[in-house]
C-alpha cells in the first residue's frame, strides 16, 4: 500500500484517472427513502469525490445504516437520485464496497480469512473468466496490506474484532472498490485498534479511495475525518469537519444533552 501524504488530496484518484478526478464524483440528489409506510431519509443532497472520507453522523434511528444501504444499492429508493461517476449507481457496481454493522455478520459462519477475502474477487469474475493467478496476486495484496498473512487460514470466528473488521476491509481492497461504505467500522474495538484503523482511514484515502463510515463517538470524528453529514432523517449539514461540525449543528441533531460531552 502507497502512502503520499504530501499529494493534494483533490488531485488523487485511486486506480488511476487522476486528470479526470471529476469524474470520480458521488452525487445524492433529494434522496428519499421509505420502509413501507416509515419515511427514514427525505432531502438527503450531497456531492463529494475520491480522496475524501466522510463521517456519518446522526442520533440513533437518524438513517445512517439505511443511507449506506441505498448508497450501496441494496435498497430501493422512493425517489432521488445517486450518481457515480456521470452514471446512476447499479448495485453490480464492483467499485463500490459495502462493509455492514457487526451485528449484521454471521461470525460463525464457516470461511476462513483467506476465503472471505477472494470473496471481493467474485463480482470481478464473470462465466467467461475464472479465478486466476491475478486474482490471487490481488487477494494475497489485500492480506498483506491488512497484515492479515498469519491468521489467512483461520476461521473468522476465531478472530478479534479487529481482526475481523480487518478482514471486511482486505475484501473491499481485493474487490479493488473505489468506494467504501462501512456501517460503524470503530464499534467494539478497543483504542489502539481504532488509532490502526484510522491510520489505514488515511492511507485509503491518500490512495484516492472515498471512504463513508457511520461514526457514533462525537469525540473522534474531528481526528479521524475529513468531512462529516450530520443527519436526522432529513440532512442538517454537510462538508468538512471545521466548518460543519459546530456544536450548533450537533445540537439540532441531538439535542442539548449530548452537547455537553464534546
Ligand atoms: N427493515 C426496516 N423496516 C422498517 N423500518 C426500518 C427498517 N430498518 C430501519 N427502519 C427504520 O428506519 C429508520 C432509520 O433506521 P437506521 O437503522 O437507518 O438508523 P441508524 O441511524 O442507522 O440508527 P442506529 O444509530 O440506531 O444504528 C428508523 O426509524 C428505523 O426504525
Redesign the pocket.
Known amino acids: 500500500m502507497s502512502m503520499s501524504a504530501s499529494t493534494p488530496k483533490e488531485h488523487v484518484c485511486w486506480g488511476g484517472g487522476c486528470a479526470h478526478a471529476h469524474h470520480h464524483r458521488l452525487e445524492v440528489r433529494d434522496l428519499r427513502v421509505s420502509?413501507?409506510e416509515?419515511l427514514?431519509l427525505d432531502g438527503i443532497n450531497f456531492a463529494t469525490e475520491c480522496g475524501r472520507s466522510i463521517a456519518l453522523i446522526?442520533?440513533?434511528?437518524?438513517?445512517?445504516?439505511?443511507?449506506l444501504k441505498s448508497l450501496a444499492g441494496l435498497l430501493p429508493m422512493e425517489s432521488g437520485s445517486i450518481i457515480w461517476r456521470g452514471q446512476p449507481l447499479t448495485r453490480s457496481s464492483h467499485e463500490i464496497a459495502y462493509l455492514p454493522?457487526r451485528g449484521d455478520v454471521d461470525w460463525q459462519f464457516p470461511i476462513t480469512v483467506r476465503g472471505l477475502v477472494e470473496m471481493g474477487r467474485y463480482p470481478n469474475l464473470g462465466w467467461w473468466r475464472g479465478y486466476s493467478k491475478h486474482d490471487s496476486d490481488i487477494v494475497q495484496r489485500a492480506l498483506t496490506a491488512m497484515n492479515l498473512l498469519d491468521l489467512q487460514d483461520r476461521q473468522i470466528s476465531a478472530l478479534s474484532g479487529g481482526q475481523q473488521q480487518r478482514t471486511f476491509i482486505a475484501r473491499a481492497l481485493a474487490q479493488e472498490a473505489h468506494v467504501l461504505l462501512l456501517d460503524?467500522p470503530f464499534t467494539g474495538l478497543d483504542k489502539p485498534a481504532q488509532d490502526n484503523l484510522s491510520r489505514l482511514f488515511k492511507e485509503l484515502t491518500a490512495e484516492g479511495r472515498l471512504l463513508i463510515a457511520?461514526h457514533?463517538d462525537l469525540q473522534t470524528v474531528t481526528g479521524y475525518y475529513d468531512d462529516v453529514l450530520l443527519i436526522k432523517k432529513t440532512q442538517i449539514t454537510f462538508g468538512d469537519v471545521a466548518t460543519h461540525f459546530t456544536q450548533e449543528k450537533i445540537a439540532e441533531a441531538y439535542g442539548g444533552t449530548s452537547v455537553a460531552k464534546l
Open positions: 420502509y413501507r416509515v427514514a446522526g442520533p440513533n434511528g437518524a438513517g445512517k445504516s439505511t443511507l454493522q460503524e457511520s457514533h
